[in-house]
């Protein structure tokens, strides 16, 4: 297994399995999480319900102890103070009254503010009612022969909810109870300040008729609230309503679709925050060991570029310095390969020289106006003998008028490269073509030769520093890796730019891109 295999086993194992893993855990406990805040946010709910049907309740109570007391002190037919008190500060309370158990029609006595509710139909009407709820008036005794005391609801009379209860006393004893509650005034007079109270603008509670879907009675005035009731309950005193509770702004369902839809979100976003580290990491590692590599062959390659100029140096120094040498000619062209071989020798070392200048930052630029044509004519004539020599062509074009701002040495430096990389990477086809010209504020120099090309893939690499193709055409020749990356940090340490244009079997071509003067 190769060290990136091993390195992409580690960050999997660090980094992407737990996040996997705990992502999996925290998107199943999902769903259990929102169930349970539901049922929390219900029971709340419920709670509100039934503490406003408790105050209901209370609010009965309250008057049955009233008429209780009230019905104690009766004297003939007349109604009773407390009892008239009560009937003048409730107008929800419309009617009380009371009749023997066991003879309904003829006990009837009525209490009540509107005089049509006594009239002899009326009670008629009442006794009636209640014969129909025998069943319920006997439960009643039992309630009341136990100790127990309750409050029932009848069918409604005359579209108002019937209420009655047992009344056990020495003066009178055993009779049925009860009152007559109009549900509309009820609600909004005395149950509506209490809903108030409990919603504190957090909720919306609504009172509603069972055969209606139109609130009778809203706690909020507002008129937007579209929210779906969260929780509903009958009311225990009005068997014909029921209350509504509503959440102000989002529903539970909405709010827990929210934070739902929150936690996947961070989950998500965690996940590929991790991704995005471990592949930088992976980037990063992927880079440092390739440039490790790349410095390893930087070195290998670096010694065999040394070594081979000076085991000529050596060898051919030897035969003169032994005197093997007969001719004059033959000297000569000793000489002339000792001398070519340390002109080679002294152009490696100092482009690694510079190249390390230019890394350290140490290399101060004497940026000044410079003629690219004078500057690329006079390389050429330089380099001439070497370029033929190898067997090479070249035709110069230049096109530009004005002068660019470059230093004069590190520009010859980056000709020499790009004309050095031409004669090292071409086979069969040896031409080199150079132009120059002008394109917006910046001249440019090209160098074309009809060499091995570079693929699409080794073009975004071959200005990295130490990198060399490690197949095709281009990996046979040797050389340190440094000439293009020296070109690049020349270039851009100008403030200029580079394009590389190539295709495998077809040549390449370089554009460098420098500042025009503005003198």
């Known amino acids: 297994m ?4 091993k390195i992409e086993l580690i960050l999997l194992l660090i980094f992407l399995l737990p996040a996997i893993f705990f992502s999996a855990y925290e998107i199943s406990s999902l769903n259990k999480d929102e169930e349970v805040i539901n049922q929390i946010y219900e029971d709340q709910l419920a709670a509100i319900l039934y503490s406003a049907n408790q105050y209901s309740d209370d609010v009965l109570n309250g008057w049955v102890a009233k008429i209780q007391v009230g019905l104690e002190m009766a004297k003939g037919d007349s109604t009773p103070e407390k009892i008239q008190m009560l009937l003048d500060l409730n107008p929800a309370l419309s009617m009380i009254f009371i009749g023997d158990t066991l003879n309904l029609e003829e006990s009837i006595q009525v209490f009540a503010n509107d005089s049509s509710l006594k009239s002899s139909s009326a009670k008629i009407s009442l006794a009636s009612a209640l014969a129909n709820q025998t069943s319920k008036i006997r439960q009643l005794i039992r309630y009341q022969e136990s100790g127990f005391k309750k409050n029932e609801p009848f069918e409604q009379f005359n579209n108002q909810t019937l209420i009655a209860f047992i009344l056990d006393s020495e003066y009178r004893g055993k009779y049925v109870c009860g009152l007559i509650i109009d549900p509309q005034l009820f609600i909004e007079e005395l149950l509506g300040p209490k809903l108030q109270r409990i919603a504190q603008d957090k909720f919306i509670l609504n009172a509603y008729n069972k055969g209606s879907n139109l609130p009778i009675y809203q706690s909020n005035d507002t008129d937007s609230v579209t929210n779906a009731i969260a929780q ?62 790349s410095k390893s062959d930087f070195v290998s390659n670096v010694s065999h570029e040394i070594r081979t100029p000076l085991a000529l140096i050596s060898m051919f120094a030897e035969t003169l310095e032994l005197n093997r040498v007969k001719t004059e000619e033959k000297k000569h062209e000793y000489y002339s390969i000792i001398n070519k071989e340390a002109n080679r020798l002294t152009g490696i070392v100092n482009r690694i020289l510079t190249f390390s200048r230019m890394e350290a930052d140490k290399k101060a630029l004497n940026i000044e106006p410079l003629d690219s044509r004078e500057a690329i004519v006079d390389v050429l004539n330089t380099y ?12 110069f074009n230049p096109n530009l008028e004005r002068p660019i701002q470059a230093d004069s040495q590190a520009f010859v430096e980056v000709v020499v490269n790009l004309l050095d990389n031409a004669i090292k990477y071409s086979n069969s086809k040896k031409h080199v073509d150079i132009s120059t010209g002008q394109k917006d504020e910046f001249g440019y120099i090209s160098v074309v030769d009809q060499g091995v090309g570079i693929s699409r893939q080794d073009q975004k690499h071959v200005f990295d520093k130490f990198y060399r193709v490690s197949s095709g055409d281009l990996a046979k020749s040797k050389g340190t890796g440094l000439g293009l990356s020296l070109v690049k940090e020349i270039v851009e340490g100008h403030g200029g730019r580079l394009e590389l244009k190539s295709e495998l079997g077809r040549g390449s071509e370089f554009l460098l891109y420098f500042p025009l003067s503005k003198s």
Do not use: C
């Open 232 to 293: 509903t309950k009958d009311l225990w005193l009005l068997p014909d309503h029921y209350l509504g509770i509503t959440t102000l702004g989002d529903s539970i369902q909405d709010i827990v679709d929210e934070r739902t839809y929150t936690n996947l979100v961070l989950i998500v976003a965690l996940n590929i925050i991790l991704i995005l580290g471990a592949w930088l990491v992976f980037i990063n590692v992927k880079k440092e060991m390739r440039l490790a590599q």
């Open 2 to 5: 190769g060290s990136l295999r």
């Open 384 to 395: 001439d003998y070497h370029l033929t020599s190898k067997g090479f062509t070249y035709s």
